[in-house]
Nanobody, 127 residues
Framework: QVRLEESGGGLVQPGDSLRLSCTASGRTDSRDAMGWWRQAPGKEREFVAAVRGSDGRTFYADSVKGRFTISRDNARNRVSLQMNMLNLEDTAVYLC????????????????????WGQGTQVTVSS
């Protein structure tokens, strides 16, 4: 069992930056993929970014490319999401997710690829 705990959300203005962190505990494995998803009210859960444990390859949604950066600290069992140039459409609950074992590239972009989920942290972008 893996437990995920997010932190770092808050209320910011358009153009601001935020850094989210997710700490994993329990039966963690640095080879497993970890990612960030988000869910806005009334909308489906949306893929944001992910990092593959085996080689550090990263994956991003088109909507955040060039603005968000995912990073991983295996020594601390932590994955972070640096979010720059935030806009109103980035408002959502951001959830950390972890896979178990190998997953295909396609699975990085699908909720079915992840076995464990955190409770989420709210990010609100408002002027």
């Amino acid at each position: 069992q893996v437990r995920l705990e997010e932190s770092g959300g808050g209320l910011v203005q358009p153009g601001d930056s935020l850094r989210l962190s997710c700490t994993a505990s329990g039966r963690t494995d640095s080879r497993d993929a970890m990612g960030w998803w988000r869910q806005a009210p009334g909308k489906e859960r949306e893929f944001v970014a992910a990092v593959r444990g085996s080689d550090g390859r990263t994956f991003y949604a088109d909507s955040v490319k060039g603005r968000f950066t995912i990073s991983r600290d295996n020594a601390r069992n932590r994955v972070s999401l640096q979010m720059n140039m935030l806009n109103l459409e980035d408002t959502a609950v951001y959830l950390c997710a972890a896979a178990e074992g190998w997953i295909s590239v396609a699975a990085f972009y699908a909720t079915r690829g992840y076995k464990y989920w955190g409770q989420g942290t709210q990010v609100t972008v408002s002027s």
